[in-house]
């Protein structure tokens, strides 16, 4: 995930305003060089060494740049796009934001595996002993916990309920145990369904000794994953969870995006707020209050969706390929930085 810094040292360059140099002024600029670039010693530290000032090796080191006697190269690993990645963070005002090639042959599709595998890798830099990793719903986190191989020692909680209680076992439920598993810490699964038939269904069992017991732990997350939805067929949970008449409703609020059950609009407004009140998830007033949020989401189908969910402020970082960077880098107006985690519609 880290990206890495080659740096060639040369005694001899083959540039041409280099060779102006002496072989005294080379041999010492490259001892300089390997000294602060491979070593890792201070510009003070070589002063002393050389018996110079460190304003002397600051020009040096300079000149040895400019003269192509040092080159750096800056590289990452071939699947990930540096450019484009920076370029995101920054129009969005984000923490983090890790932009995957997308596979030639899954361009149209969401959510490409691959993600999930940068995701677990990410998590692995931004969870720190003793946190509490909150598992939202989603195929993109199923992948993520899937590809787990190192956690530190962590509490691991699920904020959602799953999309079909009978599939638990390959679902929600068995991503936050292999967490769990990997950081050797405790899991706390929540055993029912995400959606309910009505709201009084919801709370009874929100109230429920298992259930209520992870709810408790929602205040202490300091890390969550979170899936995003487009509002359509077989790219929300949610969506397709819905009856017909039901979808057709929210349509007409304008929903654009899902997630965790919470429906956006295009600006990452939420509306629809009466189907948060049928489902087993975390609120987004807790959602706002977890420090790092990170959203997986990725293909040129659900580039709308993350903008709006980007627009809403709960998403502190996100991981997404190169199809979907390309829309959100051209999506609408500018939006707010994200890190400014007011609620858009101000509630």
């Not at 595996?113 to 830099?125: H, K, R």
């Not at 916990?145 to 904020?159: E, H």
Request: hydrophobic share 45%.
């Amino acid at each position: 995930m880290n990206s890495s810094e080659e740096i060639a040292v040369s005694g001899m360059s083959t540039g041409r305003s280099a060779m102006r140099m002496g072989p005294a002024e080379l041999v010492q600029a490259a001892a300089m060089a390997r000294r602060f670039y491979l070593e890792g010693k201070s510009k003070i530290q070589i002063a002393e060494e050389f018996g110079v000032s460190r304003f002397k090796v600051a020009r040096v080191l300079e000149t040895a740049l400019e003269r192509d006697l040092v080159r750096i190269e800056i590289r990452v690993p071939a699947e990930l796009d540096a450019e484009r990645s920076d370029a995101l963070r920054a129009r969005y005002g984000l923490r983090h934001a890790v932009v995957v090639e997308s596979p030639a042959e899954a361009q149209e599709s969401p959510d490409p595996e691959n993600l999930g595998e940068v995701a677990a890798d990410l998590l692995g830099e931004l969870v720190n002993e003793g946190d509490v990793l909150g598992l939202a719903w989603g195929r993109s986190t199923i992948h993520m916990a899937a590809a787990l191989d190192r956690l530190p020692p962590c509490t691991v909680v699920q904020l959602t309920g799953v999309y079909d209680a009978g599939t638990a076992e390959r679902g929600s439920v068995e991503a936050v145990r292999r967490a769990a598993q990997v950081s050797g810490g405790d899991a706390h699964p929540i055993y029912a369904p995400m959606l309910l038939p009505d709201a009084a269904t919801a709370a009874a069992l929100r109230s429920q000794t298992g259930i209520a017991r992870a709810f408790e732990y929602f205040d202490k997350v300091t890390v969550a994953c979170v899936s995003i939805g487009s509002w359509e067929a077989g790219i929300s949970t949610v969506h397709d969870m819905l009856t017909e008449e039901e979808r057709a409703h929210y349509a007409t609020l304008g929903v654009a995006a899902e997630m965790s059950a919470h429906l956006f609009d295009a600006e990452g407004r939420r509306v629809g707020r009466d189907l948060g009140e049928r489902c087993i998830t975390v609120e987004t007033d807790r959602l706002r209050r977890i420090p790092e949020v990170v959203a997986i989401a990725g293909g040129q189908r659900k580039g709308a969706a993350i903008d709006a969910v980007l627009r809403s402020g709960l998403v502190t970082s996100l991981v997404t390929d190169t199809s979907a960077a390309d829309y959100l880098m051209t999506a609408g107006t500018t939006p707010r930085p994200a890190l400014n985690r007011e609620d858009p519609d101000g509630i």
